[in-house]
Each structure stands twice: as C-alpha cells, then as structure tokens.
C-alpha cells in the first residue's frame, strides 16, 4: 500500500533526523522501517473520513501563566555540564568561514 | 537523663529484640515492611531513619552486583539527606505517610545534582540544575533518594536491555528480563533495594515491569503528576507513577507527587488527588467489564473467554505470530487463567463482573508507534552535543558535529524510533501516517468513553506473557511491539491502569493483572486493587 522504501528515503529521512548511517546501518533500517510501515499500514482498515485527528486527548487550549523570572543566575552550573565552553559560553564548531 | 536520640535507641532495640530480633535478622525484617509501614515506624520511633538505609543497603550490596537495578547510587547523599529528614521527623516537622522512606528514581526524572543519563550514552555525563517537580514533592515530603534507576534507553523499549549501561535482571530469576522501560525501578523494589520507586509510563513501561516483577505499578491519569523534569518521550503518552509493594503504599505515592504545576501546561487542576481515602472502600456493585477481544489472543482459551472470537481478533493473528505461545501476540494460558481468576476474586467481593466487545484492540499498536516515533524524533531533536551531555571529538563543522554526536551517543532502538517519527512527519507522509494515526487514536478513545458508559473499570492482562529471558527479545522488533497490547491503548486515552500481582506462572514467574479506569478515577481502581490484595492475602496460607 505504501511506497516502498529506498535506500534514497533512507538519505534522506537521516538528513531529517540528523543522523549518519554506516551502510550496513542503511541496509538495516530500509528493512525495520519497511516491516514497519507495512505494520502501519493496517491503519488503512478503518474508514476515520470525517474524524476529527486527536492530539491531546483532554480538551485544553492554551494555557499561559504570568512571564515572571522564578529561578536565579545558574549559568556556572549549567555551562559545567556543557561539552565545551569559554567566557561563560557554550562554545561549538566553526559555523561560518 | 538520657538524651532524645539515645531514648529513641532504646525504644527502637525494644520493638526489635520483642521480635527476637538482631542485627541481620532486624534487616532483613524492616525490608519486610511497606513504605507507609517502615515510615509509622519511624514516626512512632521505633526505627531510625538510618536503620531503613542500613538495611537497604545491605541488600544493594548483596544483590546489586547481579540484578544491576540502578545506573547510580548516591549513599553519601542519602545519609546527609536521612539526618536531616531524621531530625524534622523528631521535630515533629515532617508527618507525612512516606517520611524517611528510601526511594529509588528511574534516571530519566532530573535531579539537581545527581547524573540523569537516561541510560543513554548521549547523557552518559548529564547533571541537572533543577528537579522533578514530582522528585521535589517527593522529598518534601521526607522520601530519602538512594539512586537511579537503569532503563531503556530513553525509555524506549520493554526489556530494560537497551540501556547503554547494561542490563537490569529479574529478582526472580535472573536468566529474564525485568520488563521496560522502567525494569531497573520494578527490580529495585521487588529486590528490597529500595521500599518504592519512580517510574515514567508511555506505553506500559510501569505496569509491565512491575508485573514481571511481582510488585504494583500505577500509571495515573495524564495531566496528574506534573512532567517537568521528566525527560521527554512521547509527550502527549508520558506519565510518572509510582511502582510499590503493595496497593496502599501505591496511593500514598500518587496522592504525594500529584497536583496541578504551572510549569507543565498540559498538568490538570483536579481536586481528588486523596487517592488514599480510597483504601478499604466497599466495591459491592462496582461494574467490571472484561474485553472478550483481549482474550481471543490465548492461543488454547482457558475457561469460557476467548471462544467468541471477534473478527478483529482472528485479523490480529495476521502479524508477528509465532505460534510458540510464549511470545508474540499470543496470550499464554497460564496467564488468561491468572487473571480471569483474579476477577473471580472481585466478583466475591461483591463487584459485578461481565465481558463485552472493546473493539479496536489490534490498531492501538501501530496507533501507538506511529504516535510515539513521530513524538521522540522531535524531542530527541535537543539532543546536539553543545548544551550538555556527550559531544562526538573531532570535528571542524557544526552540522557533522551533530551528525557524529547523535549517531555515536543513541542506541539502535531509539534511532530505529527516530527515523521511523522523521519519516511519518515528513513532507508528503504526514496525512497517510501521523494524521492518520491521530484519527484512529480518537476512535480508540470513543472505544473507550463507550464502555465506561457501562462498567466502573476494566480488567484484563497487563502483558501477554510472563518475563522472557534475556536476549530473546530484540532481535524482532514488531515481536516486542506486540507484548505491549494490553498497556499502550491505555495511554493512547490517557486513561489511569493499576498492574496488581496476581499469582505465578509454573516457572514461578510472577503474573499481574490489569485494571484500566476512566479519566480521573484511579480511587475506583485503587479501592478495587486494595480488595483484591486483601482477599490474596487472606487466602495465602499461614507462613
């Protein structure tokens, strides 16, 4: 029912995914996600036209609360988990020449 | 005159040596208590808030090498925490029905200060600022934190066997798995390494655990424990709950860590959170209705259930069936009779207990991965190698950064779940698969909200089989999909579901039963669970 899955649709869903595959890795996942979405693909029994899809199963919408500051100045704390810092700042690879 | 301290030695060496006990012997009897148990004896003075991580610890240190329950242990924190809880306690500060009661946390609930690595190498180095809102209500009400839990990997799995750390074993035989994701919690508890536990439920991860385990596993009502701090999955599936020794320790848990928190938007503002008021409630007249169609998986229907074959039963057998009767989608014998007995017990106890159609049951599961993969890759996308946790060495450009870094720091399973939710809401997908999946997901709603028309709770399996053995499970991943029948359409609906133990399988494999309740009535499954317990325990014979 589906399209079946290439080695292409790999490339590019671990673009999306910001993942690198070695080839057998690729090898891999074409065939779990194949087995998958043939799984999946059972969805296609019920008729859901006209149902409405369901994100929150509670009906809530919007729920804001006052912008007020309630935690202090943790930046020593949370930069001493970081990979890589300097001056009090995450510090990453060069991004732009 | 004898100081407050040294009265209270007394007081304590009294209540142990009227026993007849004595050091090893004390041990392991205060390991014997429940959580609300250990706490009145610590508040009546009779044990000290140390004598309980004395004796938990003994245990870790016994049994911890083999069963590998917790990622981290933190026994230094825990006595510094235990003196000070000791001394409110004394005080008569701090009251509450879980003071001074060691607790262990399954390691995707943040706490400040202590590693949560979600048993992920991406993690492998995390320490949070901030904690759980449910670990602070937690110990504000005087819970002394051992350590963290082993999982799988983000929560993803059902075995405790994708966590980067190693497995978790079962207590009960330690050839099977502890269940998932929170195995290392359910272990932990069912080992004496702790009195109680945390745990997070997307898909089952608290139930099906606790019922490999022998112990009791709540997932409560979405929206009734607050998720911040909680490491996200499948946001709109995940809850934290408690998993225990008994029924009643399970309610003093909940009732502690629910109540609405502006932090989480989707936390919900209920008034009924004295979930403990619930123990001991008559069920005389409680509706109990059990899913023929949950039934019709046994592959040799035990008793009269399960030989009115639904048409979407015999559809279910299509996928995945191996026909062994030990794994897939099959429900094994001894299981279905351990459970179908379980309702007898109810009906005893004056609930009315009926079968019926719930219809539905064999799409929750592609409902669900769909739903959980497509939520865990946007989720997961905050996971790059530059704020915290680990950073793949060697690299001159951002992008390859985080290529290398994710692709080096998440296991097979949860990069398995990554591509599949990338490519169900891409572009040109997203209507066939995630909205597709979002409609039925509402259907199995209305499934629901019409059989709570008719029946207080449901009752049914949590797991189609007892624990597997180690290994057995991953090499098939839609295999391991399908244990999760009885678990994942609970979430889907946001529904509250207890997992009680009720009984063993002839390996001596314990089994759990399931009650499944509408929006906001975990007292109804917590005073029918509570009855059950009770009537268990009246029948065992006299040790």
């Given at each position: 029912m589906s399209d079946p899955i290439t080695l292409e649709t790999i490339d590019y869903v671990a673009i999306l995914a910001k993942l690198e595959l070695t080839p057998e890795e690729k090898l891999q996942a074409k065939k779990d996600m194949s087995d998958m979405l043939a799984y999946i693909d059972k969805l296609n029994e019920l008729d859901t036209a006209g149902v409405e899809p369901m994100s929150h199963v509670f009906q809530v919408t919007n729920v804001f609360r006052e912008d007020v500051v309630t935690n202090g100045d943790d930046s020593a704390a949370i930069l001493s988990s970081a990979p890589a810092c300097k001056q009090g700042m995450f510090q990453v690879p060069r991004t732009v020449e | 005159m004898l100081s407050q301290s040294m009265q209270q030695k007394r007081i304590q060496e009294k209540g142990l040596q009227e026993r007849g006990l004595q050091g090893e012997d004390s041990r392991d009897y205060i390991l014997q208590y429940s959580a609300v148990e250990l706490s009145d004896r610590i508040k009546a003075g009779q044990l000290k808030v140390t004598d309980a991580l004395d004796a938990v610890f003994a245990a870790i240190e016994e049994k911890e090498p083999l069963l590998h329950c917790y990622v981290t242990l933190e026994k230094e924190k825990a006595y510094r925490q235990a003196a000070e809880i000791q001394k409110k306690i004394d005080q008569g500060l701090l009251t509450s029905p879980l003071a001074g009661v060691p607790f262990a946390l399954k390691d995707n609930l943040c706490t400040e200060g202590t590693l949560t690595t979600c048993s992920s190498r991406i993690l492998e180095n995390f320490v949070p600022t901030y904690s759980a809102e449910a670990v602070k209500r937690l110990q504000e009400a005087g819970a002394v934190i051992i350590g963290k839990t082993n999982m799988d990997e983000f929560a993803?799995?059902?075995?405790?066997?994708?966590s980067y750390f190693g497995v978790t074993r079962n207590p009960?035989?330690?050839?099977?798995v502890p269940g998932g994701s929170s195995g290392g919690s359910a272990a932990a508890v069912a080992a004496g390494e702790c009195f109680a536990a945390l745990g997070s439920d997307t898909g089952g991860s608290i139930r099906q655990p606790a019922s490999f385990c022998g112990v009791v596993g709540m997932k409560p009502t979405y929206?009734?424990?607050?998720?911040?701090g909680l490491v996200a999955y499948g946001s709109s599936l995940d809850q934290i709950g408690p998993l225990a020794r008994n029924v009643r320790d399970c309610a003093a848990i909940l009732e502690v860590i629910a109540g609405h928190d502006p932090k989480d938007s989707t936390s919900m503002k209920r008034g009924d959170t004295d979930f403990t008021k619930a123990i001991g409630e008559d069920i005389r007249g409680m509706r109990i209705g059990i899913p023929r169609d949950y039934f019709a998986?046994?592959?040799?229907?035990?008793?009269?259930?399960?030989?009115?074959?639904?048409e979407g039963a015999d559809r279910q057998t299509g996928d995945g069936q191996d026909g062994s009767g030990q794994s897939g989608s099959g429900l094994d014998p001894e299981v279905a009779a351990a459970v179908l007995k379980a309702a007898k017990v109810l009906e005893e106890r004056g609930a009315v207990v009926e079968e019926f159609d719930l219809s539905l049951v064999e799409y929750a599961i592609p409902t669900y991965y769909t739903i959980a993969a497509a939520e865990a890759s946007s989720n997961l996308e905050r996971f790059d190698g530059i704020k915290y946790g680990y950073r793949a060495p060697g690299n001159e450009e951002l992008h390859q950064m985080y290529k290398k870094t994710r692709s080096q720091g998440f296991g097979t399973e949860v990069k398995r779940r990554i591509m599949l939710g990338s490519f169900v809401l891409s572009s040109g997908y997203y209507d066939a698969y995630y909205l597709k999946a979002l409609r039925v997901k509402a259907l199995i709603k209305k499934a629901f909200d019409q059989a709570f028309a008719r029946y207080d709770c449901i009752l049914g399996p949590v797991a189609p089989t007892t624990a597997p053995r180690l290994g057995e499970s991953l090499s098939d991943p839609i295999k391991m999909y399908l244990g999760d029948i009885y678990t994942i359409s609970v979430n889907l609906a946001g529904l509250p579901a207890i997992s009680v133990p009720c009984g063993r399988d002839q390996k001596g494999l314990p089994i759990g039963f399931q009650l499944i309740g509408d929006r906001c009535s975990e007292k109804k499954l917590l005073a029918a669970a509570y009855q059950y317990e009770q009537a268990a325990r009246e029948k065992l014979p006299p040790a």
């Open positions: - | 993803m799995g059902s075995t405790t066997e994708t009960h035989d330690t050839d099977r929206g009734t424990v607050s998720r911040y998986l046994s592959q040799s229907a035990s008793g009269q259930i399960g030989e009115g074959k639904t």
